[in-house]
């Protein structure tokens, strides 16, 4: 089986190399990581950091998308994941010129957030929609279409605690982009000379390389790098973390943590008008659907201080975090990628 392919985020690919282990003669042809075939593009090419730097690269995505459109015609099936800001569009395209392709979308947009729109172009334009989230469904209309298929971070965690750990480790998640990083690093060193006596542990993305280390980390001599964060974060007593997929790997692993983002002005401009939602963490987003009181703390912009976050750690409930990190591994049951994988066999 031969499947058009359009995974562009990291963490996409993350997910898209655990499907790929059920599916058995399986041929990938788009945009994906190098790992899992030829892709049309590195993914490094393809990197956007918020709305400006979206705008930016219209031209290309535009050929990118053509691109795709074309290559779909030797497909049995196509296979979107997340970046619905390239999908959709993808999507709509593909079934005007393909109308009788298999369309499945994995990693569904986040439409319950904002843009609600969305949810009427998925319905119309896809075959099948694969969520991740329990309470996602709800804002559909055709219930024939979405299925949960539960969190693909549920198969790639290999290690869940079962205690609070004292390991004496400090585990540093600045993120992935560039501005992220650039954004949160003098935080962080600042942050360690205030937490004495700990191994301070940074975690960077594997696909970085030395010279990109030094250019865009700064200082980090003493830090103890890792690149495995599933690892780095089972072992530490607490964590620093960047908004992202990361907050939701450290609920579920049972490190207690901070969240922590500073964007670019105008694109959290932009997403406070828009997204209206209470919470930022993706935990914290599943514990107001199951009712719940807020998991870990958020800071946010000018309130990512040195003293915001140290007054966090130094006050945080982490035995409730704990015991609350193994509710949200039951709302979210199980994994996700065998029941994809069955999907798209079928």
């Not at 041929?27 to 709305?51: H, N, R, T, W």
């Not at 997204?275 to 993706?282: A, D, E, R, T």
Request: glycine share 4%; hydrophobic share 40%; proline share 3%.
């Amino acid at each position: 089986m031969k499947i058009l392919v359009s995974a562009m985020e990291a963490s996409s690919n993350i997910h898209l190399k655990e499907l790929k282990k059920y599916l058995d003669d399986v041929e990938f042809v788009g945009v994906f990581d190098k790992e899992l075939g030829k892709p049309l593009y590195d993914l490094s090419s393809l990197a956007i950091m918020g709305f400006v730097d979206a705008l930016k690269k219209l031209r290309f995505f535009f050929r990118l998308r053509d691109e795709l459109v074309d290559l779909a015609k030797d497909c049995d099936k196509v296979l979107l994941l997340d970046s619905s800001g390239f999908n959709l569009p993808l999507a709509k395209k593909l079934r005007h010129t393909y109308p009788d392709k298999e369309i499945i979308y994995y990693i569904l947009p986040q439409a319950w957030a904002w843009k609600r729109k969305r949810v009427i172009a998925l319905e119309k334009y896809c075959t099948k929609l694969c969520s991740i989230l329990p309470f996602e469904s709800e804002i559909y209309n055709d219930k024939n279409k979405i299925r949960y298929v539960g969190h693909p971070l549920l198969d790639e965690i290999k290690n869940f605690k079962e205690n609070l750990t004292t390991s004496n480790k400090i585990v540093f998640m600045p993120g992935s982009r560039k501005t992220e990083i650039t954004n949160l690093m003098p935080i962080f060193r600042e942050l360690t000379k205030k937490i004495p006596e700990k191994e301070y542990i940074l975690v960077i993305p594997s696909k970085f390389d030395d010279e990109y280390i030094k250019k865009i980390y700064g200082d980090i001599k003493d830090f103890t790098i890792s690149k495995n964060s599933h690892e780095a974060l089972y072992q530490a007593e607490y964590a620093f973390i960047c908004s992202g997929t990361a907050t939701l790997e450290a609920a579920l692993i049972g490190t207690p943590f901070t969240l922590s983002y500073i964007a670019k002005k105008l694109d959290f401009f932009i997403g406070k008008t828009f997204v209206k939602l209470q919470f930022v963490g993706l935990a914290n987003i599943f514990f107001e659907k199951m009712k719940k009181s807020q998991l870990h703390s958020e800071f946010l912009q000018n309130d990512v201080t040195v003293n915001n976050l140290l007054n966090d750690y130094n006050n945080m409930n982490k035995e409730d975090f704990f015991n609350n990190s193994k509710l949200l591994r039951e709302y979210l049951k199980h994994g996700s990628s065998e029941n994809v994988a069955r999907i798209i066999k079928n």
